[in-house]
């Protein structure tokens, strides 16, 4: 298996251009289920995960063309209705293909999602709310089963604001008959995002970005043209990696609005966070003070950019805690920053750190794959030789052209191919 060979020790300095956003292209694909013609997207990131889902809807009937960063999506002719398990347990967000395929076909049958390395992750809350809106959903063979003659418009409430729970909602309410009333709705930028593209379809919703969604049902969709916002944690990433390296980089491309809480974050370490036109500069401090960080659902702190935080407080002055509120197992990535010499006491969903004056490069194992940047960014400024952090696979499913960006900043970086096993 591939690794990550990392030489410490060289702060990042100059320009990064961040891509399109993961979590964000991933439910805009999928919604290319829900009419035929021809969608052209924009902005699409290279990812695993990315060709993942156009695997699955190849095999739905879905033709893509790709050129680039576009990508054309044409679902004229589906055939099938089902996400098999070897694809599903590669990725849960395949979970995305329900509400399209139900809105769509009135079918769909997608392997359960199974637990992941931060979390159980059930998917209850899609099913609660499909189930409300008429669709017949039975288990069988660890398969979900769906079915619905015509979705209708329900009043829905998610007991915990779940963000995929909220796309699938949005894609299979756009078509249902009548009005659909999402409460306590996720209301990250992705939503947002998704249902702009919806909304260019001929959809009818109002108060994405809120937590409460309405969408009132439409007969017809037509294919639209869209481009996908920017990867606000890919630059999150880059933006706390100039902050650990003492570095000076322009984050460009990234929407300064999606990113305050990290933003207030750095700048209470002593970090420089310039907004300035196009992105956000982000020059890294003498030495990091501690601050405390607890995850929220946006607009709060991210969960998926707390394992990047916590490397930064692993070389901070002093005590800083976490606590994660979102995920319950997602402190996977402490064993690993040990390692590398990061002085950390977990109790519960609670992380303690103090900070240590230097980390020592080690081999080091990435579980997941904010897990493997965090321990990116531990090892670019990891001292006594080389860090190695192995199954970078998930690395590649989540951030685009990784090594060639640190590379451009100026990091020492380098992938080795290893045997298959
Ligand atoms: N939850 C339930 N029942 C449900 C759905 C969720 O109890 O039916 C719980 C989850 O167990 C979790 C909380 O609700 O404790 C929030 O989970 P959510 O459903 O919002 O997560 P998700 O939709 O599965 C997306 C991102 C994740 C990101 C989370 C939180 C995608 C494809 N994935 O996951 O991204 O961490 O929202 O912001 O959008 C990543 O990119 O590395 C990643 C894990």
Redesign the pocket.
């Known amino acids: 298996m591939d690794k990550i060979v990392i030489e410490g020790g060289h702060p990042l300095k100059g320009v990064v251009k961040i891509s399109g956003a993961?979590?964000a292209a991933?439910?805009i694909i999928a919604a290319g289920l829900l009419t035929g013609g021809r969608h052209r997207l924009l902005n699409i990131p290279r990812l695993r995960d990315i060709r993942t889902i156009r695997y699955i809807m190849e095999k739905l009937g879905t033709v893509f063309q790709e050129a680039g960063d576009v990508l054309e999506v044409n679902s004229d002719n589906l055939t099938a209705h089902e996400a098999p398990y070897e694809l599903v347990k590669t990725m849960?967000?395949s979970i995305?293909l329900l509400g399209p395929l139900l809105a769509r076909l009135g079918r769909a049958k997608i392997s359960l999602p199974g637990g992941c390395a931060?979390?159980?992750?059930?998917?209850?809350?899609?099913?609660k709310a499909l189930v409300s809106m008429g669709a017949d959903i039975y288990m069988e063979h660890g398969y979900i089963n769906a079915t619905a003659k015509h979705l209708k418009g329900a009043d829905l409430f998610f007991?915990?604001?779940?963000?995929?729970?909220t796309?699938n909602i949005l894609m299979a309410a756009v078509t249902a008959r009548g009005t659909t009333t999402l409460r306590n709705a996720?209301n990250?930028p992705?939503i947002k995002d998704l249902a702009k593209m919806l909304s260019a379809m001929g959809a009818d919703i109002e108060g994405a970005g809120t937590d409460t969604i309405v969408i009132h049902g439409v007969d017809h969709l037509t294919p639209c043209e869209h481009t996908v916002i920017p990867d606000r944690?890919e630059a999150g990433t880059f933006m706390i990696g100039a902050a650990i390296t003492g570095g000076d980089v322009h984050v460009n491309g990234c929407r300064p609005e999606h990113l305050t809480a990290l933003t207030e974050k750095l700048r209470q370490t002593g970090t420089e966070v310039t907004i300035e036109d196009g992105g956000i500069r982000v020059q890294g401090p003498e030495s990091i003070e501690s601050v405390d960080i607890k995850t929220m659902?946006?607009p709060g702190f991210?969960?998926?950019l707390q394992a990047q935080f916590m490397a930064l407080m692993s070389v901070a002055k002093g005590w800083s805690m976490f606590r994660e509120t979102?995920?319950?197992n997602r402190f996977i990535h402490v064993s690993e920053l040990r390692r590398l010499g990061a002085d950390i006491e977990i109790n519960g969903n609670q992380a303690l750190i103090k900070g240590r004056e230097r980390l020592l490069s080690a081999p080091v194992m990435a579980t997941?794959?904010?897990a493997s940047a965090s321990l990116i960014l531990a090892g670019l400024v990891a001292e006594g030789g080389l860090t190695e952090v192995h199954r970078i696979y998930h690395l590649d499913r989540?951030y685009e052209a990784i090594e060639d960006k640190f590379n451009g900043l100026g990091a020492k970086i380098r992938r080795e191919k290893g045997p298959v096993v």
């Open positions: 993961k979590n991933l439910p849960r967000a995305l931060i979390g159980a992750r059930p998917i209850n809350l899609h099913l007991d915990i604001p779940t963000v995929t729970g796309e996720a990250e992705e944690i659902p946006f991210a969960t998926d979102v995920f319950e997941d794959l904010r989540g």
